[in-house]
């Protein structure tokens, strides 16, 4: 039996173990959910092209929350016994005598639970041996360390691939599953410097499907490309500066709006951007668009973990704010529609100005390139922005030399209003799709 088969039996015996415990829940509940996610794969990581650690998964527990009036309870087994999940339902049913009131609790609305589960192409399982995956790994390091002399050692390397099914069910009637995989390569290595200074970065790909990943050889090479660049490196003394955020770095900024307007954010009024649907807080050309449906997508899913149907949805439009994420539970406290978010984002597609990567740099001319930020100095309530950052000095829109030990600040509103370009060069491995982003000034703390 291959792969494929294998799952396809799994995803049987999941759904019935599903099916199985909500049929024990019904008839003690007034509403219930099972979830599982069963998940296969290995993981190999090596350091200084010798095998350091391999390890083989297959993890994954049922979990099971029941609803008595407006009391929840929840408990898991990894156990899909029959007997096993009558008394995992009876543990969640115990959990729900003791726990409080809450009139918000329950499962998503009826109406909005997801009937017809598209293909969305997430499954491509690869199963690796250990020897070819460490081999993988390895390939990685050499074409690192064989990149500049400077490249000291390898900080290790790792190839992971993993595949699994996902299955949800509730009291409304739903029951659906899907299975999806993901491999990713990374490397890491250590640069010396004239002064005996080490600089350390990393790369990595990531993909569905094995074969559309970068090869270990390119995740080495950019690996080293990028430790090498950061030799080193000079401070600045304080001052304010246009700074450019690289595609990579961009994404932590983007999901900074994610926090801003998530349920959970908003109706505990702990929130920068509260209250500001339908505002603009981008600039005018600045668009978003949510895609749960791309074939292979890293964040592509048919529905969230509420089993709620998942939707193309724009998010900011013309720079407003078109929509709020929330989960069934954060909708019924603000009095909206719940938007099937519950476990995350789906495929953010951020719009560009076109500019090439150098072209930013050209339209920058003079100022800061951020490609490593540090610390966890935001505010979401406020929107204050304090972050450590390492990257690069520009003047005339070439870069000069690397700099570290800086710190940039700014507020998140004002960051969002003052972005001046968003290049092409577009980050695909991430959940937000996003090019390298230019901002027109912020402050720069250094010496």
Known sequence: MDVREQVAHQRVELEAAV??????????????????????????????????????????ALGITVYRGNRKGSASTSDLS?????????????????????????PGPAELMARNIPDLDLFHPDEPEPDRAAAIAIAAEEAALAF????????????????????????????????SSRHSISCCVISEGKNGNMERDYSYTTSRLASDMWTPERVGRHAAERTVSRIDPQKLTTREAPVMFAADVATGLFGHLVMGISGANLYRKS?????????????????????????????????????L???????ITGGALQTYLLT????RKMKMQPTGHAGGIHNWMVSSTGESFEQMLKKMDRGL???????????????????GAAGFWVENGQIQYPVSEITIAGNLKDMMQNIVAIGRDTETRSQILTGSMLLDSMKIAGE
Not at 36 to 58: A, D, H, L, Q, Y
Not at 281 to 303: C, D, K, Q, V, Y
Not at 372 to 383: F, K, P
Request: charged share 20%; glycine share 8%; proline share 3%.
């Open 148 to 179: 500049d002399p400077r490249v000291k050692q390898s900080d290790g390397a790792s190839y992971d691939s993993h595949y699994g099914v996902r299955v949800y069910g509730n009291s409304h009637g739903m029951l659906a599953s899907y299975a």
């Open 82 to 106: 029959e007997a096993a999940i009558a008394q995992t339902v009876a543990a969640a049913l115990d959990i729900a005598n003791y726990t409080s009131e809450d009139p918000f609790a329950g």
């Open 271 to 307: 929130s920068f951007l509260l209250d500001k649907l339908g505002e603009q807080i981008f600039p005018e050309w600045l668009n978003i668009s949510e895609r749960p449906h791309i074939l292979r997508g890293m964040a592509s899913t048919p529905f969230d973990s509420e089993g």
């Open 328 to 331: 069934s539970y954060a909708a």
């Open 369 to 387: 390139l951020v490609t490593e930020l540090m610390g966890q100095g935001v505010n979401i309530i406020t929107g204050d922005y304090s972050r």
């Open 19 to 60: 099916a199985k415990a909500l049929e024990v829940a019904g008839k003690q509940a007034d509403a219930a959910e099972v979830a599982i996610n069963k998940t296969t794969g290995i993981s190999v990581s090596t350091r200084m092209c010798e095998v350091e650690n391999v390890e083989f998964n297959s993890d994954g």
């Open 309 to 315: 149907a998942t939707f193309d949805r724009e998010i």
